[in-house]
């Protein structure tokens, strides 16, 4: 099975950074997804790891070791849109083809 | 370029009865992926749909059944609904042609309340 946890929530202000953690144990490992969901709307994709170390996408970044079982999602220079849901889902061996999710964290920005 | 589409997007049931839900995936898409939210919560896999064929099936009882169209779209049954059925319920597509990334696209889900 598999074990996926995140933080429930997270706060920051407008301009600052904030890092979201993940920690998972899985039967086997075939990638590491991120996805934010605002309120009431559908998942978007935001990053992908498969081998260990950092994915760099503009003001996102996703750090993975496999061996500590272990992501964080790095947002900088936040902004009042970033307010949402993130989520953390792991695939886990080849031909298994759903992802798994964590409960998600909530991320809250302030002015 | 449409992307996922579901409907209906609100519904209330009583319990016992069955619900039908319907998602059209992204254009070019053939993979069809069913997720349970329930509030507070990640999304739960319940199937995944491949070739009109349930290619992998989550842990949900045999009450959730599902089916795939020749093209593509898909649908989500559930009979005897129960109150804990009460959830989003998001369909997403993908393309096993384009690599095993596991990018999905999601729709913006259809919202399930049985009273």
């Known amino acids: 099975g598999q074990n996926i946890d995140q933080p429930t929530e997270m706060t920051a202000t407008e301009g600052a950074i904030v890092q979201i953690n993940c920690t998972y144990q899985t039967s086997g490992f075939n990638g590491l997804f991120w996805y934010q969901q605002h309120a009431g709307e559908a998942p978007t994709f935001l990053s992908y790891?498969?081998?260990?170390g950092l994915e760099e996408k503009g003001r996102f970044s996703s750090f993975l070791s496999r061996s500590k079982g272990y992501s964080y999602l790095l947002l900088k220079e936040l902004q009042m849109k970033d307010s949402a849901s993130y989520l953390c889902a792991v695939r886990a061996p080849l031909n298994d083809y759903k992802l798994s999710f964590g409960a998600g964290t909530t991320v809250t920005v302030r002015a | 370029d449409a992307g996922v589409t579901q409907s209906p997007t609100h519904l209330i049931k009583t319990r016992g009865q069955q619900v039908t839900l319907r998602c059209s995936p992204k254009?070019?898409?053939?993979?069809v992926s069913w997720y349970q939210q329930a509030l507070g919560q990640g999304p739960q896999f319940i199937f995944q749909?491949?070739?009109?064929?349930?290619?992998q099936r989550g842990n949900f009882p045999d009450r959730f059944s599902g089916h795939q169209f020749p093209n593509y779209s898909s649908e989500l049954n559930v009979n005897a609904l129960l109150l804990g059925d009460s959830a989003l319920y998001l369909c997403?597509?993908?393309?096993?042609?384009?690599?095993?990334?596991?990018?999905?696209?999601f729709g913006e889900g259809s919202r399930l309340t049985v009273l």
């Open positions: 254009s070019g898409h053939d993979t």
């Open positions: 997403a597509s993908s393309s096993w042609t384009s690599g095993n990334t596991g990018e999905l696209f």
């Open positions: 790891n498969v081998l260990d």
């Open positions: 749909y491949y070739e009109e064929e349930e290619r």
